[in-house]
């Protein structure tokens, strides 16, 4: 019997459309019935991913275009900073735009909102993702997996209140896009985002990333091991092969050396003393100007189609590999 798929989708800005190719070369490799009753679990701009996903599993093609389709309506052309036509001075132009201008589809900028948020956080921020929801919306006003006969949709959101971790389940109620907004909302970034009475922070930021958490819950429900975790890193774990200088090279190390390590120990947790378990990796490298391209601001076009591409190839990479051993054993 196939072991049941699971599909973990973290945070990471405009990093998310790395997922939109990790997810067309799965599609490629899955069959429907596995497709559809896979369990998808995210935080951050992978639960903005995964709402996707899931609301839009019944079409032909499994949510790839619809997928696809969002990330690509997020780019947002470069201003001329330094009109230097290189990839570090193109990538540069795209993160100096995002700061001052935002993303209005997702990270709008708040006029004053900058020097405010210094002083004024959380009633003031330099970036609100109010608009977040509104794009969402125009994919699904919500998601029900019992009803739609589709993926378990699970994301993360951190109650700021009870200062712990929650989960929305739609096996268990309707995904709403106020959700997915709770599950984005970046702390000192952005102020505080709200559904139901109570304000939350982006799921990703917490100790500990989401699958370890995940597993650990679908454990308690009485549910077998029997799974085939597939997961998407956006940051990989590389050593400091040279002295670094500036603030982007050493902000790009610790994001690296950081939430790098965070995928390797969620990995190692989940993977050793559970041998029913089979995780598949795909770990996304970084490419040559990511020292000057934030995974939260740069936008430009240009970064948003290398995205894509990086992560359909590396998935199909992953996943072909994995097949070939299969195939030999």
């Known amino acids: 019997m196939a072991k049941r798929l699971v599909l973990m989708l ?10 939109s190719g990790v997810y067309r070369a799965l599609v490629r490799h899955m069959d429907g019935d596995a497709l559809r009753s896979m369990i998808v679990v995210g ?14 599993c019944q079409d032909a093609d499994y949510g790839v275009a619809a997928l696809e389709q969002f990330w690509r309506r997020m780019t947002q ?9 290189t990839p570090y001075f193109q990538h540069l132009n795209g993160t100096l735009t995002g700061l001052a201008f935002g993303n209005p589809p997702i990270l709008a900028g708040v006029p004053g909102g900058g020097l405010s948020g210094l002083l004024s ?19 699904a006003t919500e998601y029900r997996s019992a009803s739609q006969q589709g993926p378990r949709l699970i994301i993360r959101a951190v109650d700021i209140a009870q200062a712990q971790t929650v989960w929305f389940d739609s096996d268990q109620q309707a995904i709403l896009p106020s959700m997915i907004g709770a599950s ?7 102020q505080p985002a709200w559904h139901d009475g109570r304000a939350y ?36 774990r590389t050593p400091q ?5 500036g603030l982007g090279e050493y902000l790009d190390h610790f994001r690296r050396m950081f939430l790098g390590a965070r995928y390797d120990d969620d990995a190692a947790t989940v993977s050793l003393p559970n041998s029913g378990l089979r995780i598949t990796r795909i770990q996304r490298e970084p490419h040559p100007a990511e020292q000057v391209s934030s995974p939260l601001l740069d936008w430009s076009p240009e970064r948003i189609e290398h995205l894509i591409a990086q ?19």
Not at 43 to 56: D, L, R, T
Not at 123 to 131: C, I
Not at 208 to 236: C, N, V, W
């Open 121 to 139: 956080y959380p009633y003031m921020a330099g970036f609100s993702n109010a608009s977040l929801m509104g794009t969402v919306s125009a994919y």
């Open 10 to 19: 973290n945070g990471g800005g405009a990093l998310g459309a790395y997922q």
């Open 241 to 245: 092969e040279r002295h670094y200088v």
């Open 184 to 190: 984005s909302a970046i702390p000192l970034l952005c």
């Open 201 to 236: 922070w982006d799921g990703d930021i917490w100790h500990q990333g989401i699958m370890p958490a995940a597993i650990s819950r679908l454990r308690q429900e009485g549910g077998d091991d029997d799974y085939h975790i597939i997961t998407a890193e956006l940051f990989k």
């Open 43 to 56: 935080a951050s701009s992978g639960a903005i991913s995964g709402f996707i996903i899931a609301a839009h």
């Open 311 to 329: 992560g359909e190839e590396d998935a199909e990479r992953a996943l072909s590999k994995e097949q070939e051993t299969a195939t030999a054993q």
């Open 77 to 85: 052309p470069s201003a001329p900073f330094f009109p230097v036509p």
